[in-house]
């Protein structure tokens, strides 16, 4: 997760068409830079281009439909044809039945335990403040990578609001500076 030194993921008035909200862009601008055609690029070289090549090679995603549905469902595709698992309560206001590779589950233990075995020996990218914090009041939710941006957006959504108010240990693993100010922190949840 992209977030701002003051926790937020997402700027203030997201929703369709404005999926990380005002002023949410910067938060990936580590990650996509503005191509001289004007088109969106992925960073690919340096200590960013390296967090993100590994972000990408996971072998499934897990989102939410909040997550999911602003971002169009990806296409049906969110990087290199993994499957797709999209926590619903309710029916989705998107239609996925087109697209194979997304599966629709109601609880979140269970779109993890898909996932993970849908990976294989690779990673899960869980997508979404709401399905990070429904994973780690699971307990199914083993890592957190944060990617921490130099500015303070002062609201929007935030990451960890909502958890319950029992501690969660974590045990930091890697901390890497890269480009542009962001700090790269991998944690192993400590359950």
Same mark, same amino acid.
Request: glycine letters at 24%; zero cysteines.
């Given at each position: 997760m992209s977030m701002s030194l003051d926790g937020?993921?997402?700027?203030?008035? %997201? #929703?369709?068409?404005?999926?990380?909200?005002?002023?949410?862009?910067r938060l990936h601008d580590w990650a996509l830079t503005r191509a001289d055609?004007?088109?969106m690029e992925v960073v690919r070289t340096g200590v960013n281009g390296q967090v993100f090549a590994e972000l990408m090679s996971t072998g499934?995603?897990? %989102? #939410?439909?909040g997550t999911?549905?602003?971002a169009g469902g990806w296409g049906g595709d969110h990087h290199d044809s993994v499957p797709i698992f999209i926590l619903y309560r309710q029916e989705p206001g998107i239609d996925i039945s087109r697209w194979p590779l997304v599966t629709r589950v109601n609880d979140v233990t269970t779109a993890m335990t898909q996932a993970k075995e849908a990976a294989g020996d690779g990673n899960v990218l869980v997508h979404g403040a709401g399905i990070a914090r429904l994973a780690l009041a699971s307990g199914v939710l083993d890592e957190l990578e944060l990617h921490v941006i130099p500015v303070l957006l002062g609201q929007g959504r935030r990451?960890?609001?909502?958890?319950a108010p029992e501690q969660i240990e974590?045990?930091?693993?890697?901390i890497v500076e890269g480009e542009a100010g962001v700090t790269h922190m991998h944690y192993r949840v400590q359950y």
């Open positions: 937020f993921i997402a700027g203030p008035n %997201a #929703g369709p068409g404005n999926g990380l909200g005002d002023g949410g862009q055609s004007g088109e499934a995603v897990v %989102a #939410g439909r999911f549905e602003p990451l960890f609001d909502g958890l974590l045990q930091r693993t890697r």
